[in-house]
């Protein structure tokens, strides 16, 4: 099976899914979209109220930001796969609660197994947890790393501009450098840290 068939594989059963409270709640599933053989990858939170209509990605107001950031360094999100740590949207837009984390955790890794992307960016604390545990987004946001072979980037999430206006040029700062982190990831040149880490399991939050 190739990777363009894995991903398909993913969310259909992404959509057929049951393993937590989530699905009795949901409208659409939202197992993620983009292409198969993407260089980079977005790695979100949870579907907000726009992502549970129409079961796809970053459509509402934070993705239409995200979108403007992209074209600003050249790159559309067709070029690029976007995703979230889980599939279905809280009640409310809570926040993700650990069994649920656990339950979507192997979709996720199975996308980046099929994937294999150059460079992965989180969007926030939730994804940024997976890879810096004990790290606060204020303080190491916009700071490639290499793990495992793979750059991993923590960024602010979009929608934290619209709620501060402020972050609007931070993000943008930090979406910026992209180019020049898929560039390295590409040919192997370190990132500013480079310290080996293992990625930690979702199961922590």
């Known amino acids: 099976m190739d990777s363009a068939e894995e991903l398909q594989r993913i969310a259909q059963e992404v959509v057929n899914c049951t393993a937590c409270g989530l699905h009795?709640?949901?409208?659409?599933?939202?197992p993620g979209e983009g292409p198969a053989d993407a260089d980079l990858?977005?790695?979100?939170?949870?579907?907000?109220?726009?992502?549970?209509?129409?079961?796809?990605?970053?459509?509402?107001?934070?993705?239409?930001?995200?979108?403007?950031?992209?074209?600003?360094?050249?790159?559309?999100?067709?070029?690029?796969?976007?995703?979230?740590?889980?599939k279905c949207r809280p009640p409310r837009n809570r926040d993700p609660q650990p069994d649920e984390i656990q339950a979507c955790l192997p979709f996720l890794d199975r996308q980046i197994q099929a994937i294999n992307p150059k460079v992965i960016v989180t969007l926030g604390r939730f994804s940024m947890r997976r890879y810096f545990p004990n790290?606060?987004?204020?303080?190491?946001?916009?700071?490639?790393?290499?793990?495992?072979?793979?750059?991993?980037?923590?960024?602010?999430?979009?929608?934290?501009?619209?709620?501060?206006?402020?972050?609007?040029?931070v993000i943008g700062?930090?979406?910026?450098?992209?180019?020049?982190?898929?560039?390295?990831?590409?040919?192997?040149?370190?990132?500013?840290?480079?310290?080996?880490?293992?990625?930690?399991?979702?199961?922590?939050?």
């Open 41 to 86: 990858m977005f790695i979100g939170e949870a579907p907000g109220f726009h992502e549970n209509e129409q079961g796809r990605p970053f459509v509402g107001a934070a993705g239409k930001f995200m979108e403007s950031m992209l074209e600003g360094i050249g790159l559309s999100r067709e070029q690029v796969f976007i995703g979230n740590v889980i």
């Open 24 to 30: 009795f709640t949901r409208k659409k599933a939202v």
């Open 173 to 205: 700062e930090d979406f910026k450098r992209l180019p020049e982190w898929i560039a390295k990831a590409k040919s192997g040149l370190p990132s500013e840290r480079t310290e080996p880490e293992e990625p930690q399991q979702m199961s922590m939050f």
């Open 135 to 169: 790290a606060k987004i204020s303080e190491i946001h916009g700071q490639a790393k290499f793990i495992n072979g793979r750059m991993v980037v923590p960024m602010y999430h979009p929608a934290a501009a619209l709620h501060q206006p402020a972050l609007r040029g």
